[in-house]
């Protein structure tokens, strides 16, 4: 047992909890969609080796009304995906329409009607030993499958501040989404998980906050969103922006971008996440210490709801922001 009082989850629990895995039908592999069983590579291939891949996620959000698949702004998620992919030096013969275009064949291909997650990913193919990052040849994949929630309990989750910290700029690029780069997530959710909490927060070296294991953080203080800059080791995330922008238009809420101090988040009103996984997930106590009224606050709970209107492709506004598959 680790956390002495905190008795929801201990490691042998976490250790043992096994998620269940919805194998796709189909990949887009090399140019065309295959079956997934056909999307295969071999085991000296650059990016298994040395993690020098870079991937992508979006969500597909499925509207019952309208019987249609909205993907969510799938043009910012490939613009990212081919920023990170001339971060290291990799060559890719598509651009961002091509690559929305890929993404409705493969969703059609699934005949996906639900809430659904695409990963796209590109890797160095050579199957070679040496570790560099010119001279090598990209390929790109990607699959779709069936997804509902990324964390147990979006309304009110209990995180730590990681003893890991984020990983620097001058290391490894945060602000690309580069594969070898997830193992810095890797051991920060691991830990907290087996410590007992949801998720946790991770420092830069400077000992600021920079953001969750993949998710970027929010903080209400004094009545105004405060989130880290572009400039603290964090992911350039696509809903960062997104939230940024709704909470002035939509919310009436100042939003400021500066460092945040580890200690101003204890004294926080309101804490939450956002991501395409997570989408918009309340923290109400870090480190068994109360977030504002320890209950999921009022400017949370109003974003969430805005947020899931515009993401079903439910509200006017924001419409060419979801992207109809069929
Ligand atoms: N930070 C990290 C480290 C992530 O992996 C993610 C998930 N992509 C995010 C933030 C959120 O980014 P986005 O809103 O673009 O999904």
Request: a negative charge; one cysteine or more; glycine letters at 8%.
């Amino acid at each position: 047992m680790y956390h002495i009082g905190y008795t929801t989850r201990d490691a042998s629990v976490v250790d043992k909890e096994e998620l269940t895995v919805t194998l796709p039908n189909f990949a887009f592999f090399k140019g065309r969609i295959v079956p997934y069983s056909e999307a295969k590579v071999g085991v000296l291939t650059h990016t298994l080796n040395y993690g020098t891949g870079i991937f992508g996620g979006l969500r597909g959000y499925w509207n019952e009304k309208e019987k249609q698949l909205f993907v969510f702004r799938p043009k910012d998620h490939f613009h990212r995906f081919l920023e990170s992919a001339r971060l290291m030096l990799m060559e890719l013969p598509y651009n961002e329409d091509q690559l929305v275009g890929f993404t409705a064949e493969l969703l059609k291909a699934e005949k996906l009607c639900t809430d659904c997650y695409i990963r796209p990913l590109a890797y160095f193919a050579d199957e070679i030993i040496g570790v560099r990052l010119h001279s090598l040849h990209a390929d790109f994949s990607m699959v779709a499958i069936p997804f509902g929630q990324y964390v147990e309990n979006e309304e009110g989750s209990h995180v730590t501040v990681s003893s890991w910290r984020r990983i620097d700029d001058n290391m490894i690029p945060a602000r690309g989404k580069i594969a070898g780069s997830y193992v810095n997530s890797a051991f920060i959710k691991t830990d907290a998980q087996r410590a007992g909490f949801d998720e946790a927060i991770v420092l830069n070296a400077d000992g600021h906050v920079a953001e969750g294991s993949a998710e970027n953080l929010f903080m209400i203080r004094k009545g105004i969103a405060c989130t880290p800059p572009v400039t603290e080791n964090i992911l350039e995330g696509i809903s960062r922006r997104m939230v940024m922008m709704l909470l002035r238009d939509e919310l009436g809420v100042e939003v400021v971008e500066r460092p945040i101090d580890r200690t101003e988040i204890y004294l926080a009103e309101e804490l939450f996440f956002c991501g395409t996984g997570v989408q918009i997930a309340a923290i109400t106590k870090v480190d068994h210490r109360s977030i504002g009224t320890g209950q999921l606050g009022p400017i949370t709970a109003k974003l969430r709801n805005v947020y899931f209107d515009i993401v079903r492709g439910n509200n006017p506004k924001y419409r060419e922001l979801c992207y109809p598959v069929y």
